[in-house]
């Protein structure tokens, strides 16, 4: 199991780009990802800095790593933007049912497979009923089988049968960019929540 906080301590976070992922400027540019906005495992907060700069969001990033969630606030928060420490699948009480969207960036990849299903729970749980679940998927159709993650690659296959329940699939697509090294390796997907 991956020791986030440490690899935040020791600077070892390949997956931070020290940018939003490329694709948010077309999302937010066409006007998605208003009102209230979870962005789980934020990391840094590149992403929903992005999210934030479009206006009109009330954007939240969580992330379990106490010093990810300080680096992200000591780059910078906003009116309408802000981090807290926290587990995505121990979310107070008082955010149930409250977010129009969730961006999902590199925590559903991150996390084990075997928490999937929780995860699934977790974001539907969070989100206000029509509320939209909309993300990067990393589908990584490279990775030998006995690779070890993270990140652990998806199927659209799976991503059916694990969101099929609680989630209608408004669209998906190719990102249009991709940071260098994942071109090819996602999927986006909006998500209507059931329910
Ligand atoms: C691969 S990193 C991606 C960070 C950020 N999204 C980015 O692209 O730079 C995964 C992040 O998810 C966080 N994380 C993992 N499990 C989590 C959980 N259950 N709840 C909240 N954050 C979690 C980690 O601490 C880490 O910052």
Known sequence: MTDWENCYQQGETPWDKSAAAPELSFLVGAGLLRGRVLVPGCGRGHDARAIASGGGADVVGVDLAPSAVREAQALGTATGLRFEEGNLFSLPQEWLGTFDWVWEHTCFCAIDPTERQRYVTAVHAVLRPEGRLLGTFF?????????????????????????????????????????????????????????
């Open 139 to 195: 589908m990584n159709p490279s990775m030998d089988p006995g690779e070890q993650g993270p990140p652990f690659g998806t199927t659209e296959a799976e991503l059916d049968r694990l969101f099929g329940a609680h989630f209608t699939l408004e669209s998906q697509w190719a990102p249009r960019a991709s940071f260098p090294g994942r071109e090819g390796r996602e999927l986006m997907r909006q998500l209507r929540r059931l329910g």
